[in-house]
């Protein structure tokens, strides 16, 4: 949740005014939180007040779960967003906002910027995906809109479970058929302002894979341009889960958020899994070749080989040859006292 809050801060400065570059300033006397964030906090409000409320599981039983969520997603949508009526909404949902209508068909990447709580506060992929799809429905029922936020939530969920960037790909690839096999640098010449889940999800996702760290997939997502803020906080909120999130990023985070998003903040935090231990290390990635800066690349197929201890498995997850994987191990082992063997 705090990368998408912290993706949104950095890309509000940007977003009528792009930056084609990955140099640029992050944070300006100007950033702020817009509706990225505010829908964010309400969708993470929504489900909790399910669970204490109505006697939610982080599972679905029957039908009368889900209409039961459906119904905390517009309260809770609609009590944030009049609250916040100068966020930047779009104007359709600001109809909504103010009518009390149904949803409106829409395409828009509203529904993906503001899903990523579902992959915290669900711990199962059916569950994510079903609660992601009901969180778009009380709005964007487009299939797009649909498949936006299933897809931005399953990438949180697969992130924070410890599965690795290749097979994070795969599966969005195959599940939901986005393109992404494209690079940064092939996107960003002739990326324009597109608010469509299908213009601007992939694009986000493909900035998360490219991204060493949290900073600079929000470098990734800004530099293309186009709908920044939201681009960004798609972005960000999967490579939080990957990455864990910096401390420092947290007080940034908080320190631009006025206090009834802050209590919303607080109560989300104690009850999603948690992310980083005491020490504020993150207890899934961080090992001592971390540290030593072996390529980003090489540490993540060195320590998926240390959980699974198959050599034919890594390769077959990361598209190399076991030869390949070993060559990466041998070097593995130079900068670590743990042994990488089966």
Request: with cysteine; net charge negative.
């Amino acid at each position: 949740m705090y990368g998408a809050l912290f993706g949104d801060l950095v890309g509000s400065i940007y977003e009528h005014n792009n930056v084609k570059s990955k140099s640029f300033q992050m944070l300006s006397d100007e950033s702020r939180f817009t509706d990225d964030s505010v829908m964010t906090i309400a969708v993470a409000e929504s489900i909790m007040n399910y669970f204490e409320y109505d006697n939610g599981t982080d599972t679905f039983s029957d039908r009368n779960d889900e209409e039961n969520l459906a119904s905390r997603f517009q309260v809770g949508m609609r009590k944030w967003g009049l609250r916040y009526p100068e966020a930047g909404y779009g104007s359709r949902f600001l109809v909504w906002l103010r009518t009390g209508g149904e949803p409106y068909n829409s395409w828009g990447n509203g529904s993906a910027m503001r899903v990523s709580p579902v992959a915290w506060l669900f711990n199962d992929l059916v569950s994510v995906r079903k609660a992601a799809r009901i969180s778009a429905f009380v709005t964007h029922n487009h299939p797009e809109g649909i498949k936006g936020a299933e897809a931005i939530a399953s990438a949180v969920y697969m992130a924070r479970t410890g599965i690795y960037k290749p097979e994070i790909k795969k599966y969005i690839e195959k599940e939901f058929g986005y393109d992404l096999d494209r690079t940064c640098d092939e996107i960003r010449p002739e990326y324009t302002f597109d608010v469509s889940c299908q213009g601007s999800v992939p694009e986000a996702i493909i900035a998360f894979l490219e991204g060493r760290d949290i900073i600079d997939v929000v470098r990734n997502a800004v530099s293309l341009g186009g709908d920044s803020d939201t681009v960004a906080a798609m972005a960000a909120s999967i490579a939080e889960a990957y990455y864990g999130m910096d401390y420092r990023i947290k007080c940034v985070v908080r320190r631009n958020l006025n206090d009834d998003q802050k209590a919303v903040l607080k109560r989300f935090e104690e009850i999603a899994p948690a992310r980083l231990d005491p020490d504020g290390n993150d207890p899934v990635r961080t090992s001592r070749w971390r540290v030593l800066m072996l390529p980003d690349y090489e540490q993540e197929v060195a320590e998926h080989f240390v959980k699974i201890r198959n050599r034919k498995k890594t390769a077959e997850a990361f598209g190399i040859s076991e030869q390949d994987v070993s060559a990466i191990i041998q070097k593995a082992e130079r900068y670590t006292d743990r042994l990488y063997r089966e």
